[in-house]
């Protein structure tokens, strides 16, 4: 039996742990670390966990070192165990403090530990139940400057909210004839939902019912954020970080938006929280006293100047003569999917735009394999309205969308497009 053999240096570790406790600013020897977790196997882990998993956590809070080590084993030794398990040794506390803290590492640990609640609906119910972790994961999701960091949280938190969903997971469609997607080894709806059994909505309702969260989801997207407030300061690189952060934030709801759309379309669609005005807006309309004044074609008077950033770019005045118009202001009832499609975005920030027309056909591709209802086609319908109204290369993008498709779906894609695409008095489409 693999735990009947002894492990080699656990002895010198947990004396070097100690001496971290002691003293955090004793250097960190990352081989010590290394060399225990290549031992570690399912079967000798569980007797260690009482020895190092609290010298573990204790050293991940208190080291101003690179903890990649010390998380790296401290993932290792968790991996036998459930959400509830491992909450019932660390408090949610660590949890918190493991994503607060200002290394990847340690934001990377306490995430692969939320993950583990995806195993079961009620397991993602006990995790719903901690906001203070989720409001600190949502934070740290979207508010870390690093990419691995944003990446993980978006695939968590979609995977966490697919095992929630209150809706039953759907049935593998029947195969009604030979060229059916399921044939050509596409993925139907089916094939793309995780979850087993319906679940509970507990971090649904946590998520976008829960003002606290909720409006901070808001205000990082916004630019209302002390993390993605450009407004904020004066100082220069301070306005390029946080412009930066802005333009991240903005990357990962986009990214995970058609994802959670398809799983619960009217929870993104619908809110009673009123959106707040992005930054931008302020941006374009606020008076300068060295700016000047900038008709636009919806009427709207805007006053730039070059030093000011969108999203980190300065509008320069030659350029002023194509900057795209302003949407509406954030409409009462409207929720996520309608601030971050319509409102969120400066669509004169050139890739954020581009990124916007790919959350767009990523969007409305998905849509077309969930079941169908006339309340998802309106909803649709709808947005995609306002949205190509005065958007020429987005509704180009859309309307050649089934043409950059596999074979097998290009019929039935172009068919969905047609049917949800504007027409007629609400905008000039034509499509191929």
Known sequence: MDNDIPITGLDDLTAHMDALIADPSTPLEAKLFDDIELQLTDSNTPPLLTTLLPRLVQILHTTPSDPTTPASLTTKLLRPLSFSQITSLAPPESLIQALELPFPAANILAMTILHKAAAAPAEVAQLAAMQEVVHSFVRTWLGSSEVSVGEKGGRIMGDLLDVDCEFE??????????QHPLDA?????HDMVLRKEK???????RMFADQQIYTLILDLLAGRHEDTDVSSTSDAEERKKKARQLTLAQGRILRILPRLAALDLNKVARSEVAAPMPGYYMFATAATTNGHNTSRPNGRTTNY?????????????EEQETQMPLPAPPKHGQGLLHFAALR?????????????????EAFVGLMRVTPHSEDKVNIIKDLLREAVADDQLLRESLERLPDRTVDEERDELRGWVREVMPVGGDVDVVMR
């Open 305 to 317: 100047n070059s030093d000011i950033l969108t999203n980190g770019v300065g509008v320069e005045e």
């Open 169 to 178: 997971p759907p049935a593998r469609p029947q195969r009604q004839q030979q």
């Open 344 to 360: 969120m975005v400066d669509r004169n920030d050139v890739l954020m735009h581009l990124s916007l027309i790919d959350f767009f």
């Open 185 to 189: 080894g596409m993925p139907t709806w």
């Open 199 to 205: 679940g509970s909505g507990a971090l649904w309702r």
